[in-house]
């Protein structure tokens, strides 16, 4: 029996016209003993908006991010309800419907997404230019040559990468740069709709920031609505318009940055707010830019400035005294 959807997972209905549907939607891994991955999951994306889906490791984030893109793949199957995209030119697709090349034309077109780990997304073997270009030939094969290069050269310099960039292969590259030819790639054809699973893992924190900037800054300018998924959530409560937070396949609560912060509903996101170490010495009182702490909620009653460490101050000592 399935269980009902809370008032707290419905949560904050999304502020403006809606880009993207998801209904009820569950999927299955249809294997000895099936694996009910996501349950009856229903969200709704506003465009422009930055819906940040957090949760642990296995909640079904990332499935839920393949049902949309139709990325599945056996035994992975989706066993009911409805994915929609509404396009700003007026009409509306059918998600679990389309098929074959209508689908290959709608995919990065429309939805595009930015897979986890940037180095097993691009091809080693073939350069910048090359990967970009494949881009605009697939999709755009009236684009002559000479316009394919110039688009693929401006696209690296909108997500702060020099266009000298485009002979070189993704081993040459650091990691953060590989992540900006990641989303570079996936804006290449403008789409309504980006999926982001889990792009700053593995990126350090200075590189981990200017990805964030970066995304929001394209976000303002292109007006496209993002999924951001990751299991951090103090990162998505810095940049995320709404949050959803995901457990056992379900969403289990849906609300505002700022509400899901203060005034968390559901005790799984309480635990989930509690269990990041904080950076002035009291465990789960994060720094969040902008929160006023006198609002009652995790926050409450702690400053918001870092003591002075000091130059010999080691941050692994620390922990191996704690432990």
């Not at 422009?48 to 949760?55: I, P, R, T």
């Not at 034309?105 to 073939?126: E, H, T, Y």
């Amino acid at each position: 029996m399935t269980a009902p959807t809370t008032d707290r997972a419905r949560g904050a209905a999304p502020t403006g016209p809606v880009v993207l549907t998801i209904d009820d939607v569950s999927v299955d891994y249809l294997v000895d003993e099936p694996v009910h991955a996501v349950r009856n999951v229903s969200l709704e994306l506003a465009r422009g908006e930055v819906l940040g889906l957090a949760g642990e490791s296995g909640c079904g984030k990332s499935t839920l991010a393949y049902a949309v893109t139709r990325l599945l793949k056996p035994p992975a199957l989706v066993t009911g309800g409805r994915i929609e995209f509404h396009s700003r030119e007026g009409y509306a697709v059918d998600l679990t419907a389309i098929r074959g090349e209508d689908l290959r034309q709608f995919r990065w077109d429309k939805v595009a997404m930015v897979f986890q780990g940037a180095m097993n997304s691009l091809n080693p073997v073939i350069n910048v230019q090359a990967q970009l270009e494949d881009v605009f030939s697939t999709h755009r094969p009236e684009m002559k040559k000479a316009e394919r290069r110039r688009r693929a050269g401006e696209l690296l310099e909108r997500v702060g990468v020099d266009r000298a960039r485009l002979k070189a292969f993704p081993h040459e590259l650091s990691g953060g740069m590989r992540q900006r030819v990641m989303i570079a790639m996936a804006l290449a054809l403008e789409p309504q709709v980006l999926i982001m699973d889990e792009p700053t893992t593995a990126l350090d924190v200075v590189v981990q920031r200017e990805i964030l900037d970066e995304i929001t800054r394209l976000r303002d300018e292109l007006g496209f609505a993002v999924v951001f998924i990751t299991h951090d959530l103090p990162l998505l409560l810095e940049i995320s318009d709404r949050i959803a937070v995901m457990k056992e396949g379900r969403i289990v609560e849906l609300a505002d940055a700022r509400t899901l912060y203060t005034r968390p509903q559901h005790e799984y996101t309480r635990t989930l707010l509690s269990s990041f170490p904080s950076l002035t010495g009291e465990r789960g009182a994060f720094v969040r830019t902008g929160v006023d702490t006198t609002v009652p909620g995790p926050a409450a009653g702690r400053s918001t400035e870092e003591p002075d460490q000091g130059p010999d101050h080691d941050p692994d000592e620390h922990e191996e005294a704690d432990a």
